[in-house]
């Protein structure tokens, strides 16, 4: 019964299936977009990992993902969260070994799981030094004393995490420098590492000479988790030892939904099929591209194995100004901040058949300066502040400076910061706002960010363009889709491309 009703409604608007029925038809059309039936099913019940939709709009909340400087410092703790970082941070962990043995000090540190592509940087505790040797995979480094600090006796080993490292056969630690404590047995395999040796005061009395803020504190700059960019041909799915670090957000967030250690472990192949693999990599080629000397969008960040997938997820999207939404396949569309003229025919009064709207923003509720931080490489890694974006015409209008903090430490440039700031902007204070509940025909705009709208009571019945906020809500059996939205200034939104 389910079944009929559902293809009358379906008839009712024009849609076509492939087969007598619902339950046995692989696809139905509306005005001629096909409609996966098993999407569908799919679109009902949207996976949580569309919840946090637009980015910017997420950054706003403050997600719960580890602060740039939370990765500066090693910690101890008896059972730590795992972390993993997409291109490069500056990161310590957490002690798998501190131990002083013959009048030394031996330390290992865990700071990444899994491999990472290259150490670029070291620091002592927030001073950047050099080292005698490259910082390569399990090369034994004597640091550098920078000016006006010792350091004469330190030496550290990077190991890149890979799964034939063995920490306990190193040159620097290994049984017999930790009195064996640490053997073979410790090999920390997949696990890339900081291993660190500090030698004795000769004599004790030269101690704060030589260690002037006691025993060194390391962290790495480095080419975090290798990621596959389908656009590389040198690259192959099937090796990751071809994989390489990335600065483009939309491979990093592509690895995070697939990544079964760390990420959420969808299965690459239903997740991006090739329609919808082309789709992501348009928008990744949309954040490589020129804006003014650098790369429109970079991304760069670390998380915790226990962190919200939405607030990673979050963090990724926010960095830009990224729109998650299924399409009417059911396959997952992202749309980077780039406006993009809506191509579909506008949504009218026709199939409009019922609707909520609001004018403006309610005056306690509005928000007219974003205070932006992110994070500064040039300052240590850490979070940092440009000028906040105004809306100076509503602070005049309101006689009040109404602030919201927008974190952006997943973005590394200050001029990205100030573009998505802007973005940000403009979403918080539409001019109209509300929903839609219209006929299975809004169907044809699912994993749409932008579309057309034409009816008497919005903008005097003019077309005009919305963005959607939410995800759409499809029932079937009841004829209705359900579409939250935000009237948008298509002018402006170009401006900022």
């Not at 071809?242 to 483009?248: D, G, L, Q, R, V």
């Not at 003014?292 to 998380?303: D, H």
């Not at 396949?329 to 609001?358: C, M, N, Q």
């Amino acid at each position: 019964m389910a079944e009929t009703v559902g293809l009358l409604i379906l008839s009712s608007i024009g849609a076509t299936a492939s087969a007598t029925g619902i339950g046995s038809a692989s696809a139905f059309v509306i005005a001629d977009v096909a409609i996966s039936v098993s999407a569908a099913a799919t679109i009902v019940g949207t996976a949580a990992i569309v919840g946090a939709s637009i980015g910017l709009q997420y950054a706003l909340s403050n997600p719960n993902v580890p602060k740039p400087e939370n990765g500066a410092q090693p910690l101890k703790q008896s059972v730590p969260s795992r972390q993993r970082a997409y291109w490069i941070n500056r990161l310590s962990g957490y002690y798998l070994l501190f131990l002083g043995a013959g009048g030394n000090s031996q330390d290992v540190i865990a700071f990444h799981s899994g491999r990472i592509e290259e150490a670029i940087g070291l620091y002592l505790h927030d001073t950047s030094v050099s080292t005698s040797g490259t910082l390569a995979d399990g090369q034994y480094c004597v640091v550098v004393p920078p000016h006006d600090i010792a350091f004469e006796f330190v030496v550290v080993t990077i190991f890149y995490g890979t799964d034939t490292q063995n920490v306990g056969a190193s040159a620097l630690i290994n049984s017999g420098t930790t009195s064996g404590v640490w053997t073979t047995d410790f090999a920390a395999k997949g696990i890339a590492c900081i291993g660190m040796g500090c030698g004795a005061a000769p004599d004790p009395s030269e101690f704060t000479k030589i260690y002037p803020q006691q025993l060194p504190l390391p962290s790495v700059v480095a080419k975090c988790a290798p990621v596959w960019d389908p656009r590389d041909g040198t690259q192959s799915l099937g090796d990751r030892s071809t994989w390489k670090a990335s600065p483009n957000g939309v491979v990093s967030l592509m690895d995070y939904l697939t990544e079964a250690d760390g990420g959420m472990g969808e299965d690459r192949d239903i997740m991006f099929p090739p329609s919808a693999l082309a789709q992501w990599m348009a928008e990744a080629d949309l954040c490589d591209a020129d804006a003014g000397g650098r790369a429109r969008y970079q991304t760069a960040g670390f998380y915790q194995f226990d962190n919200a997938p939405e607030s990673v997820i979050g963090k990724l999207l926010a960095s830009m100004d990224g729109w998650l939404g299924e399409a009417g396949d059911g396959s997952l569309v992202l749309t980077v901040g780039v406006y993009r003229e809506p191509t579909d025919p506008p949504l009218t009064a026709e199939h409009i058949k019922g609707f909520t709207w609001r004018k403006g923003v309610a005056d306690e509720d509005s928000v007219n300066q974003l205070d932006i931080t992110f994070t500064n490489p040039a300052a240590g890694y850490v979070s940092d502040q440009i000028g906040s974006i105004r809306d100076e015409d509503a602070i005049s209008l309101a006689g009040i400076v109404r602030a919201k903090p927008l974190d952006l430490s997943w973005v590394q440039n200050a001029d990205q910061a100030a573009a998505l700031g802007e973005r940000a902007m403009l979403r918080l204070n539409p001019k109209r706002s509300g929903s839609f509940v219209t006929t299975l025909y809004g169907m044809r705009y699912l994993g749409k960010r932008w579309i057309k709208v034409q009816h008497p009571l919005l903008e005097g019945g003019a077309v005009c363009v919305v963005e959607i906020q939410d995800k759409c809500e499809v029932d079937l059996l009841g004829g209705r889709v359900t579409i939250n939205w935000n009237l948008v200034d298509p002018v402006a939104l170009a401006a900022l491309n």
